[in-house]
């Protein structure tokens, strides 16, 4: 069989080429035009593996500013259960340089924040991961910067696992 005369050999091994660069170009060409995130976010990360956290008191978002409202302790969560009462710590995530700081309850306080799923640019913070697959295996769920057909994995101070992570809001500037 010559393999410059027979079409079908030819087509046989061309087709599954150009769906590989098919499938390569759609995943990575649209990283190239979509827009950098412009706005970060605020979050509140808190071990959870040290035991059963229970913030004093509870973040709201009141016209663009961060505020805190009491919560009750319940006294009806049996003794040995371990229990935390402690102040959320925040983190200032900033997608510019893709970055997490801590920062103070006063500070948070000073920002002009939305809490809106997602940002004035189109991204979200979404959970993504933990699938088995179908010949099993296990992967970590993870946090991404989701939005413009890409998605970014993040890195966030604080969180060990996705269940440590609070979303309160974007930070407008």
């Known amino acids: ?11 046989a091994i061309a087709l599954p080429l150009a769906m590989i660069v098919f499938v390569a170009a759609s995943i990575y060409i649209p990283r190239f035009f979509a827009p950098k995130p412009a706005y970060g976010f605020v979050y509140v990360a808190n071990d959870t593996s040290k035991g059963y956290f229970i913030p004093e ?3 709201r978002i009141v016209d663009g500013q961060l505020v805190k409202e009491p919560t009750q302790r319940d006294e009806s969560v ?11 710590h925040l983190y200032r995530y900033d ?14 306080a000073q920002l002009k924040l939305d809490d809106r ?57």
């Not at 049996?78 to 959320?88: F, H, I, R, S």
């Not at 997608?95 to 948070?108: G, L, V």
């Open 1 to 11: 069989m010559d393999i410059k005369k027979d079409w079908s050999l030819r087509l």
């Open 57 to 59: 008191y509870a973040l």
């Open 117 to 173: 799923s997602k940002s004035p640019d189109g991204f979200e913070v979404s959970q993504g991961g933990g699938y088995d697959g179908p010949f099993g295996g296990s992967s970590e769920p993870a946090l991404y910067l989701v939005g413009h057909f890409v998605s970014q994995k993040l890195d966030l101070r604080g969180a060990t696992n996705v269940y440590d992570f609070e979303f309160i809001g974007w930070v407008i500037e």
């Open 78 to 88: 049996p003794t040995n259960m371990k229990q935390q009462y402690a102040e959320p």
């Open 95 to 108: 997608s510019a340089t893709e970055e997490s700081t801590s920062i103070t309850f006063e500070e948070a």
